[in-house]
């Protein structure tokens, strides 16, 4: 289990009521300027100064005097929202799915961007974001450095994640849907499922391949060498022509449908039929039926994590835990559901 930290405990500290700029700065040893600076998101703060001011204000459960007003006089009816790949289809979903729930909650939402999704871009994403919000949905925590995150500790916050973490998360089953579409693929008769997986850094690349991985194990089947893409057409394109260029290869698993849809390009371009020499499987369900043939996908249920955050915040907001509380895990796990289509029909 992952564990945030964060608990917006003052132990030690000696200060009682709502903490100010001056408590940060005198804990952190800076001026309240740059407390000013780091609450705004500025630039001009040195990267360890920076850090350290964020820890403080974590620890302290800082709030900047602009969002502590709205969310002392309760009139907030924003949400800020974080996000970091809003080009890739599945992130767009899911924003696209808050801010429908969120208007029909008659809230507005308020998107910021973290450039990179590491850790130090997605804490000064979250510093901007909760200005005059009444609470906070992260989405895709894909970072291996999740204990450097400093989420704001009298702040609602929930988590898009299928790992159980000490904040609110929703989640798909990743690593079962990949399940899903290897169990399918064997069925077909393939000896063996050939892997392009995502990013090796990706959380949820990594999950979608122990699936693929236990689903070979299970079977007692040879597990191939995994190649990797960037999630990109292009990426995909380039792993399609390694695996036509092989011997034996009968079977793909695609971690998403756009590399999938590269992949299915190299093929056709290798003078392969799909499926008759080689049977393909996506992940996400994204416009996979306009592929052709049309692409078998495991289906990633992006209205209901969409709604699933909104009303877990919207809880978080009507029932605040105690001052000083330790985050409440709860977590939600979308089911996958696989899409059966033409590029997995039996031979």
């Given at each position: 289990?992952?564990?945030l930290?964060?608990?917006?405990?003052?132990g030690?500290?000696?200060?009682?009521?709502?903490?100010?700029?001056?408590d940060?700065?005198?804990?952190?040893?800076v001026?309240?300027?740059t407390?000013?600076?780091?609450?705004?998101?500025?630039?001009?703060?040195l990267?360890?100064?920076?850090?350290?001011?964020?820890?403080?204000?974590?620890r302290?459960?800082?709030?900047?005097?602009?969002?502590?007003?709205?969310?002392?006089?309760?009139?907030?009816?924003?949400?800020?929202?974080?996000?970091?790949?809003?080009?890739?289809?599945?992130?767009?979903n899911?924003?696209?799915?808050?801010?429908?729930?969120?208007?029909?909650?008659?809230y507005?939402?308020?998107?910021?961007?973290?450039?990179?999704?590491?850790?130090?871009?997605?804490?000064?994403a979250?510093?901007?974001?909760?200005?005059?919000?009444?609470?906070?949905?992260?989405?895709?925590?894909?970072?291996?450095e999740?204990?450097?995150?400093?989420?704001p500790?009298?702040?609602?916050?929930?988590?898009?994640?299928?790992?159980t973490?000490?904040?609110?998360?929703?989640?798909?089953?990743?690593?079962?849907?990949?399940?899903?579409?290897?169990?399918?693929?064997?069925?077909?008769?393939?000896?063996?499922?050939?892997l392009?997986?995502?990013?090796?850094?990706?959380?949820?690349?990594?999950?979608?391949?122990?699936?693929?991985?236990?689903?070979?194990?299970t079977?007692?089947?040879?597990?191939?060498?995994p190649?990797?893409?960037d999630w990109?057409?292009?990426?995909?394109?380039?792993?399609?022509r390694h695996?036509?260029?092989?011997?034996?290869?009968?079977?793909?698993?695609?971690a998403?449908?756009?590399m999938?849809?590269?992949?299915?390009?190299?093929?056709?371009?290798?003078?392969?039929r799909?499926?008759?020499d080689?049977?393909?499987?996506g992940?996400d369900?994204?416009s996979?039926?306009?592929?052709?043939?049309?692409?078998?996908s495991?289906?990633?249920?992006?209205?209901?994590i969409?709604?699933?955050?909104?009303?877990?915040?919207?809880?978080?907001?009507?029932?605040?835990?105690?001052?000083?509380a330790?985050?409440?895990?709860?977590?939600?796990?979308?089911p996958?559901?696989?899409i059966?289509?033409?590029?997995?029909a039996?031979?």
């Open positions: 289990m992952t564990q930290s964060s608990t917006g405990r003052r030690g500290v000696g200060w009682s009521g709502r903490p100010t700029a001056k940060v700065a005198s804990l952190a040893g001026s309240a300027q407390v000013s600076r780091v609450a705004n998101g500025a630039d001009n703060v990267p360890e100064t920076r850090d350290r001011v964020l820890e403080v204000m974590a302290l459960g800082y709030t900047p005097n602009a969002a502590a007003r709205v969310l002392r006089a309760g009139r907030s009816t924003s949400l800020g929202l974080v996000a970091h790949h809003i080009s890739r289809t599945g992130e767009a899911i924003i696209e799915a808050v801010c429908a729930t969120a208007r029909e909650r008659s507005d939402v308020s998107l910021t961007i973290a450039a990179t999704g590491s850790a130090d871009d997605l804490n000064r979250m510093l901007r974001s909760r200005q005059g919000v009444a609470g906070l949905v992260v989405l895709g925590l894909e970072t291996a999740i204990d450097q995150l400093r989420f500790a009298n702040m609602p916050v929930v988590l898009t994640d299928s790992r973490l000490s904040l609110p998360t929703v989640g798909l089953d990743q690593a079962g849907g990949a399940q899903l579409a290897v169990e399918h693929l064997l069925g077909t008769g393939a000896h063996t499922v050939h392009v997986a995502g990013p090796k850094n990706s959380i949820q690349s990594q999950q979608r391949q122990q699936g693929w991985r236990r689903a070979l194990q079977a007692g089947r040879p597990i191939p060498e190649l990797h893409g990109t057409p292009a990426s995909g394109y380039q792993a399609g695996l036509a260029a092989q011997d034996g290869v009968r079977a793909v698993f695609v998403n449908d756009e999938a849809s590269g992949v299915m390009r190299a093929m056709h371009e290798a003078g392969l799909i499926p008759d080689v049977a393909l499987v992940f369900d994204v996979a039926e306009c592929l052709w043939p049309p692409l078998t495991v289906r990633q249920d992006f209205r209901a969409g709604e699933h955050l909104v009303t877990l915040l919207l809880e978080r907001l009507d029932n605040p835990p105690a001052q000083g330790i985050p409440v895990s709860q977590a939600i796990v979308v996958p559901r696989l059966v289509r033409a590029s997995t039996r031979r």
